[in-house]
């Protein structure tokens, strides 16, 4: 149970999804995470809320460049030198799941034009930009685990006056964990969907209350959001 200091303050909350990437998630991906389909229904979920209320959503992700000039160590031989092909810059395994996406794009000038979901602006995303993919919704790219780590992230949110971060995505241990200690780091308040987050485990979800996280499933997070 949190305090006045780490309860979410709704209001002021923005929605972090973390690599919900087709190659994290299509069944026929030689590179998909146990669990990341099942829990695209409960992210959606909670998307639409958000949107529905106006409110931020950032999606942050993964890009590779071909040569792994780019990748961490512990994947850089497998890209850079078995040619693997894991969430490289501009093919359809990068793109987050098209479920996720929102319709239409800023850039849309006439309400007559069909909506269109958007694909990634790779060159931008990889410059350490965001993209605005719709009102108040935007992708970033993090080079690292952390979504914090090297990103616009921090600056945006606080330019957006938010101070609760909500968090879900694609395997716990490694990317979504990470940007939570990244977040209580930086005095956010932390909110983690844990039924819209593949992998998590139940040492690990302790381990997070015992920082002032709020654990919460996606239904639990709706209500509290209207």
């Not at 389909?37 to 950032?58: A, C, G, H, N, Y």
């Not at 931008?124 to 935007?138: A, D, K, R, Y």
């Not at 600056?155 to 200690?181: A, Q």
């Not at 819209?196 to 015992?210: C, D, F, H, I, R």
Request: proline share 6%; glycine share 4%.
């Amino acid at each position: 149970m949190g305090d006045k200091y780490t309860n979410a303050d709704w209001q002021n909350s923005a929605l972090i999804t973390i690599d919900t990437q087709n190659d994290f998630t299509v069944p026929n991906s030689p590179f998909k995470i146990t669990g990341t389909l099942e829990i695209v229904p409960k992210m959606r979920q909670v998307l639409d809320t958000f949107r529905s209320m106006r409110m931020p959503i950032i999606h942050v992700i993964r890009l590779y460049n071909p040569d792994g000039s780019n990748v961490d160590l512990c994947r850089r031989r497998a890209v850079a030198e078995l040619g693997k092909e894991l969430v490289i810059a501009g093919t359809k395994g990068a793109e987050l799941v098209e479920e996720l996406k929102p319709f239409s794009s800023p850039s849309s000038s006439s309400s007559s034009l069909p909506s269109t979901r958007p694909s990634l602006d790779t060159e931008l995303l990889l410059q350490g930009q965001p993209q605005q993919v719709s009102t108040n919704e935007w992708i970033m790219y993090k080079p690292r685990w952390g979504a914090f780590y090297a990103t616009p992230l921090e600056n945006h949110l606080h330019k957006l006056n938010v101070n609760t971060v909500v968090i879900c995505g694609c395997n716990f241990p490694n990317c979504p964990r990470t940007t939570v200690y990244e977040a209580s780091e930086r005095d956010f308040r932390v909110v983690l969907i844990k039924d819209a987050t593949s992998k998590v485990y139940e040492q690990g979800l302790q381990e997070l209350e015992n920082i002032g996280v709020e654990l919460m499933t996606s239904d639990d997070c709706v209500n509290a959001l209207k």
